[in-house]
């Protein structure tokens, strides 16, 4: 069975700080990998993805993400956080197929304090 | 910069009705699907669409449920007789192609079922 799981339900870190939210998966092939974020009554917006290539990928808002794939991770970071990053943060993943199908982990909540 | 719209934003409902979620995916995406957030739970994936018909669909996409493009523009989701454990965010997605696109996604359609 295909799973995504994020390991945190919150994650808190001080501005200026650097972040990690952590996201690991259990799918099989070769799958595309996402991050997507939820501001308050606001839809996902999408922030960066990996397919293939270099392991590290830029997305919006200065969030990077490592792909891993002996450690079938991929961790969002972000070198100095903002307070406006404060939101709900979804790892997604698409098996690979061109159905597109996502599994989404559960959400993990940042957030920054001034 | 184009964006998946939905209506309404929210939705109540007395058990047993029935609901059409609306939704106005990007204009020139033809990859289609509607996924669910119970309150507190991941986003699951129910359906999706491409070519006129169902590509794919979720153990919980029962006969209860079915989704149509009834003109150029609209994607729909009905549910024919609500549940109280149907209510949830439905989120409505588009693609422009196959292969390893990024769905976008809009702003949600809370739905209630009293």
């Known amino acids: 069975a295909q799973s995504v799981a994020q390991p945190e339900d919150q994650v808190n870190v001080a501005e200026g700080n650097p972040l990690t939210v952590k996201c690991t998966y259990s799918v099989s092939g070769n799958p595309y990998l996402f991050w997507y974020v939820q501001y308050p009554n606001r839809g996902l917006q999408f922030l960066l993805k990996y397919i293939t290539g270099d392991n590290l990928v830029k997305g919006s808002y200065g969030f990077e993400a490592e792909f891993n794939k002996s450690q079938t991770s991929f961790h969002l970071k972000k070198p100095s956080a903002l307070v406006s990053d404060s939101a709900l943060y979804f790892c997604?993943?698409?098996?690979?197929?061109?159905?597109?199908?996502?599994?989404f982990g559960r959400g993990t909540q940042l957030t920054v304090w001034p | 910069e184009p964006e998946v719209t939905q209506t309404p934003s929210h939705q109540v409902t007395q058990m047993g009705q029935e609901v059409i979620l609306r939704c106005v995916p990007i204009s020139n995406h033809l990859y289609f699907y509607w996924y669910r957030q119970i309150l507190g739970q991941k986003v699951e994936f129910l359906v999706s669409f491409y070519n006129n018909e169902i590509s794919e669909k979720s153990e919980i996409f029962d006969d209860q449920f079915s989704v149509e493009r009834p003109d150029g523009s609209n994607f729909t989701l009905k549910i024919r007789s609500t549940k109280l454990e149907d209510s949830a965010m439905y989120f409505c997605?588009?693609?422009?192609?196959?292969?390893?696109?990024?769905?976008?996604f809009g702003p949600g359609t809370r739905l209630t079922v009293l």
């Open positions: 997605a588009s693609r422009g192609t196959g292969g390893a696109d990024t769905q976008y």
């Open positions: 997604a993943v698409d098996r690979g197929s061109t159905l597109g199908r996502l599994y």
